[in-house]
C-alpha cells in the first residue's frame, strides 16, 4: 500500500527474504540494488529479474 515492501526469492523459489524499505530518494537513476552474502562460500547470480507490480484491488464483502 505504501510502496515499502521488497521481497526477494532464491533457489527457485525456496527461499524468500521480505524486507521493509523506504526508498524517499531512491528515484529515476538513483535507485540501485545491492546483492550480499552473510554466509562463508562464495554466491553466483546467475539471473536477476525485477517488475513493478500493478496497483492492488481490494473488494470488501459486507454481510458475509
Known sequence: IDH??????G???RTCITARVY??????KNS???VFNNGTGLVKVSKL????????SVN?????
Open 4 to 9: 515499502s515492501v521488497v521481497e526477494s526469492f
Open 32 to 34: 540501485h540494488v545491492f
Open 49 to 56: 529479474e525485477a517488475w513493478r507490480l500493478a496497483m492492488a
Open 60 to 64: 470488501v464483502v459486507h454481510g458475509g
Open 11 to 13: 533457489g527457485g523459489g
Open 23 to 28: 526508498p524517499e530518494h531512491a528515484e529515476n
